[in-house]
């Protein structure tokens, strides 16, 4: 069955640093673009990252753009998302989707994804 599975999560400090990582199973990898999504308490979900099939094309939200970096490795059918100069505005639970097709500006719209993972949960705090 198709599964995605998050990890890397964790407590860390302002200005630390986290890797995520999205392993995914039961379908082909290398034919879905994958999202990061994150949600905090009582906000929707919102879309933070973005990454094509290949990995040519990367998307960030405007509030983590230069400070997180997605990238993946087909090979090991696994998506990263790597998150430095962490801020406590950055806290929430962190999900990676798959997405059924090319998005455009549709990518941050959670309705336009299929499968996704249970969630890592990010905690920035001193």
């Known amino acids: 069955q198709v599964q995605l599975v998050e990890s890397g999560g964790g407590l860390v400090q302002p200005g630390g640093s986290l890797r995520l990582s999205c392993a995914a199973s039961?379908?082909?990898?290398?034919?879905?673009?994958i999202g990061w999504f994150r949600q905090a308490p009582g906000k929707e979900r919102e879309g933070v990252s973005y990454?094509?099939?290949?990995?040519?094309?990367?998307y960030y939200t405007d509030s983590v753009k230069g400070r997180f970096t997605i990238s993946r490795d087909n090979a090991k059918n696994t998506v990263y998302l790597q998150m430095d100069s962490l801020k406590p505005e950055d806290t929430a639970l962190y999900y990676c989707?798959?997405?059924?097709?090319?998005?455009?500006?549709?990518?941050?719209?959670?309705?336009?994804?299929?499968?996704w993972g249970q969630g890592t949960q990010v905690t920035v705090s001193s």
């Open positions: 989707a798959t997405a059924p097709r090319a998005l455009g500006n549709s990518r941050w719209r959670v309705g336009e994804y299929d499968y």
């Open positions: 039961g379908f082909t990898f290398d034919g879905y673009a």
């Open positions: 990454i094509s099939r290949g990995g040519g094309s990367t």
